[in-house]
């Protein structure tokens, strides 16, 4: 019998129009806007579906709205395919993602985990409107060489910040720090033997420590959540490892606001501990893409909004 794994996309999923048939059609995810919408305080469903992509784009938003179309495609999953979503034994997400995947595994519900994005969501956008950050990818080199393109770029530039980001998939890494840093970074890519070097439009540095105050604002938001222990594990962006216990998960999603993450190591490590079939749940087809670069044989079925 296969292992099945729940994957939750992160931020840079959304899209304008999403989750619009089944807003239109299925009464349980009219629902679970019903309940976002109180939550947030606005017309979540609305922006989603009309826009504009900039409002939508802009972290304090994107963030709750995967977050809710995440768990609209999971409402379809449980129609369509009730035994994978009681067989699955394990969950993850990349970076928001792992909201997600702790809301689906019971750790929290899904009004404590909106509530929980959504602060998330304005802290970072803070931290970001404060520091002119952005990020870079960076396709077709192995880590040593990114590795080598950040301190070049540091040593040109004394007093930026630049440093590998998010670890997607092999030469497949975005880089993430001050503006002028990222543009060297995207000039010097080449030299370097990078096929391509593209900066993204993104509100900031995330996954660095220019996200202060960020973490700390989290770990406020936090205290007042009341962790579960979650039915099944959750493997974390930060050290790629499946955990369970209450504590230990909310200092990870501390942590993970400034550090690195480790979405091929921990895709590698769920690989190891057996498991051979995933679901990437939400919008987007990032993970099924990533998946196929990081083992082409294991299936990824995408589960859409």
Known sequence: MSKIAFLFPGQGAQSVGMCGELLASNS????LFRQANDILGYDLAEICLQGPVEKLDSTVISQPAIFTASFAALEVLKET????????SAAAGLSLGEYTALAFAGAMTFEEGLKLVQKRGEAMQASADATAGGMVSIMGLEREKVSELCAKVLEDMPGETLKEANFLCPGNIVLSGTKPACQHAEELAESFGAMRA?????????????MKP????LAAALESVKMQTPRIPVYSNVDFQPHTDPDEIKAILVKQVLSSVYWEDLVRKALEDGFDQFYEIGPGRVLTSLMKRINRKTPCNKIDC
């Open 28 to 31: 349980r995810v009219q629902e």
């Open 81 to 88: 395919e009730p035994e994978a979503v009681e067989n699955c």
């Open 198 to 210: 593209t900066a993204l439009a993104v509100a900031g540095a995330f996954h660095t420590q220019m």
């Open 214 to 217: 960020a973490d700390e604002k």
